[in-house]
Structures are given as C-alpha cells and as structure tokens.
C-alpha cells in the first residue's frame, strides 16, 4: 500500500520555536530500529539538505551549549514517519511540513490562503511565558488567535477532518504549578471558546526543549517533544480511509463547482418547480378520487367480500 502525504502548517511568530520543536521532535526519535534500541516509531528524512541543516543544528547545540542560530533554517521538512512491522521497517504516512514565516500568516494573504487551502493539519505555537508574562505579546496572540479561527471556520464549512496541535513552547522557563497552569488556561480561552463553538479537533500540548549540558556535550533535552507531531499524524491517518486526497482546497472547488453547475437562482427555481409538482400531483390524485375513478370495477373486489349467490 502506498503511504499517504499529509500536509502540514506551521503558523506562529519568528522566535517562538518552532526550528527548536522540529529539530527537537526528530531528535528524541532519531535513529533507525534495532533490537537493542527499539522504537515504536520515528521520522527518516530523504531530503539531504533538511537533513544536513538538522545535522547543523544538532552539532551546533553540541559544541556551543546554545540554542541554534535563527539563520539555519527549516523551511520544507519533508519527512516519513517510520515504524517496525512484522516484516520489517514499513512507511505509515509522510509529510510535508510548511513553515511560515510570522508575517506572512494572513489570511488575506493569496500565498498563505493557498499553503492553508492545501493542508490537512496545523501545528500553532504559542511562547508560554510571553502567554503569561509579556503584555506586547496580547496583540500577536490576538492576530494568531484570528488565524487560527479562520482556518477553523473553513474547515467547519466544508466539514473536513482537519486537526489543530496547539503547541505551547519554552514551558521550561516558567515555574511549574497550578497557578501558572491556570494562567496559561485563562489566556488562552479567548481561543479554546472560539475553536469549540466551531467543533474544531484540537489539543494543547506544553512543549519544553532545555539545551542540557552533560560531561562536557550538550543536547536538546527533547522528551515528549514529538508528542503533537504523532497525535497529528495519528488523527490524520485515523480518517483517511473516510476521505482520501480531501483537503481544504479539493473541498472549496466542490463547493465552487457545484456553485458554478447550479448557480444560486437556478437552484431556487429548481427546488420551487418540484414543490410545485408535488402540490399538482396531490390535486388530481384527489380530483380523481372525487370523480370516482379509483373505485374498485366489481372484478377488483376482494373474494371475502364478494356476493355469494345460490
Ligand atoms: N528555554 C527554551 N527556549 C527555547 C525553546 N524553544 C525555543 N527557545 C528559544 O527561542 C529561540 C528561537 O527559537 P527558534 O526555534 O529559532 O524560533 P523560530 O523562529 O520559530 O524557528 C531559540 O533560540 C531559543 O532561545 C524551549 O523549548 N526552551
Ligand atoms: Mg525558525
């Protein structure tokens, strides 16, 4: 069986990790299967210049003990997700994985309508501590929340299987408690209100990827890191069977066409021409009756009702 192509979005601001994410996701389930080192799954890059740019920021971590610089980027991560089958190592899905920069994300933007209009899922970070702590950071937050609806909106209408991991970054620079928990919940209510009264599938997830130094190397600490891009891949591949190659786009062209075949007029008229049969039919069924003409000829009457005559 072929494996299927997700596409996916990455929306968020510049700086508010989502290189640190990805390069901390293949990181955690790097390396290929072995019986010493069993995994339930992981990401293979074919694509050598994504692979030789990880490599890069993998290195970099290691020699400086700090974060990569913002120059080494990822922008088309292409990536199989890998598992152990009964006879070998099998491909569950592939994907694409579309980085935007900040300011691109607009939805009046025709390129970002266009990545959107493509995807099936959609990975939105949020910087925890500026969630909490940064009062500059209200109006980026109210511009992505926007963003995010509006994706939310067109999948509602076009009722499509579409998933939101809502990534909630750098969640090792804030306290850990119940107070912070709250806070964070309280700041992002503006949005989970919004996502649940369009029935949106979504899920937060706290992500924390600390460099850790440890006998003279340092690592991403990158446990857990994965997590929403496996619970995005999972809800994908959990309807897929139910909708094949259906994204946003192939959904808005059915709708388009549809439109075009019948405009919005011909559609009206179409649909009182039938009421108005239907209302017709019913008058002279019962002008029929009136008349007599569906009364049984004495032929018809059933036999337990007939005359018997000696
Ligand atoms: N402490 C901490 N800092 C992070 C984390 N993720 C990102 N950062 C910081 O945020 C900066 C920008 O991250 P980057 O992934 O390049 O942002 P991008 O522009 O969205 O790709 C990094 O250089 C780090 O300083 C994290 O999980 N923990
Ligand atoms: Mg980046």
Sequence with gaps: ??????????????GVGKTV??????????????????????????DQEVRSNIEKILFHVQNTGLYPPATIKITNFNFDLKYQGWWGVKTRCKFRWWDIPGEACHIRNPDFQELVLKSQGCCVFISAPGLIHDREYAQTLADLFDQVVAIASLVNQQRLNYSFAIVLTKCDLLESGTVTQL??????????TRLDALKASYQKFYSAIPVVSMQGTSTL???????????????????HHFQPNHNLATGLAQTALTQQMFPSNLRKSVALLAIASISLLGVAIALLFSLGLFTMTPDQVPVNEQKIHF
Excluded at 1 to 14: C, D, P, Q, Y
Excluded at 183 to 192: A, K, S, V
Excluded at 223 to 239: C, I, T
């Design 1 to 14: 069986m072929v494996a299927k192509t997700f596409n996916l979005l990455s929306i968020g601001e510049r």
């Design 221 to 239: 600490n990158a446990r857990g890191a994965a997590d929403p891009l496996l619970w995005l891949l999972a809800q994908l591949n959990k309807h």
């Design 183 to 192: 806070q964070i919940e309280q700041n992002l209510q503006p949005l989970i």
């Design 21 to 46: 994410f990805l390069a901390g996701s293949y990181t955690e389930l790097q390396g290929e299967y072995s019986s010493e080192h069993p995994k339930a799954a992981w990401f293979d890059c074919q």
